[in-house]
């Protein structure tokens, strides 16, 4: 069965630096997701993606953070300068299309990020 | 975003039917009723979906109300396995489909 798949598993970066966080959605998918999920709270939102371009952000994602889609497999997340409260489990995750609400998402197992 | 309410925590016997309830009197015509899952440690997992009509995939059902202001997904008999937070959320048209999680039910399954 299809899955999508994140790297690394585990992250742990100081204060300051950078960190790219990479997916490889499902191969059909056309659609991509960034959530974030801080231990011990909901999962929220970040950003979805489109044909190249951002589809939808939230006020979470500020100008730290950008995504691309850089060949035909893989999907990233970059956080230009790190800050201790980035510390959270990033989940990618891809749908084959969207825009009706009719199309189930598939997570990956996420990347666990830690800044210290 | 319309808004959905599910009890905090449910608890089951293992090999028993569970009915994890949720309220969306809200709800939009075009609104998409999802539901989702998290096991310890994991991503969240798709479980079913459905518009108007009950849906059954080989994971669960999912009983939706005649006016659609609340819904019911069955697990027909919970495993150990089960043991996750369960996510309704409602999907709207137009919205490139951003999941909004709230805090969920949890499952507790016991032997």
């Not at chain 1, 959270?88 to 197992?109: H, I, V």
Request: with cysteine; aromatic share 10%; glycine share 6%.
């Amino acid at each position: 069965e299809p899955e999508v798949t994140q790297t690394p598993s585990h992250q742990v970066t100081q204060m300051g630096q950078e960190v790219i966080l990479r997916c490889v959605p499902i191969s059909n998918h056309l659609y991509f997701y960034w959530y974030r999920q801080i231990l011990g709270q909901k999962v929220e939102f970040l950003v979805s993606f489109y044909n190249n371009e951002i589809s939808e952000k939230s006020e979470i994602f500020d100008d730290q953070f950008s995504v691309e889609r850089p060949d035909g497999s893989n999907f990233t997340l970059k956080i230009r300068s790190t800050k201790l409260e980035d510390s959270a489990m990033y989940f990618c995750a891809s749908s084959a299309a969207s825009g009706t609400g009719a199309y189930e998402q598939y997570f990956g197992p996420g990347t666990r990020l830690t800044v210290t | 975003d319309a808004k959905t309410t599910q009890p905090n925590s449910m608890e089951s016997n293992e090999e028993e039917p569970v009915h994890l309830p949720c309220n969306h009197s809200t709800i939009s015509g075009t609104d998409y009723i999802h539901w989702y899952r998290q096991l310890p440690s994991q991503g969240p997992e798709y479980v079913i979906h459905g518009l108007t009509s009950n849906v059954n995939n080989r994971m669960a059902s999912l009983a939706i109300a005649e006016d659609r202001k609340s819904s019911t997904l069955i697990l027909h008999r919970a495993t150990l396995r089960d043991a996750a937070v369960y996510y309704c959320i409602l999907l709207s048209i137009g919205t490139a489909s951003k999941l909004t999680f709230g805090t969920g039910t949890r499952l507790q399954v016991t032997l």
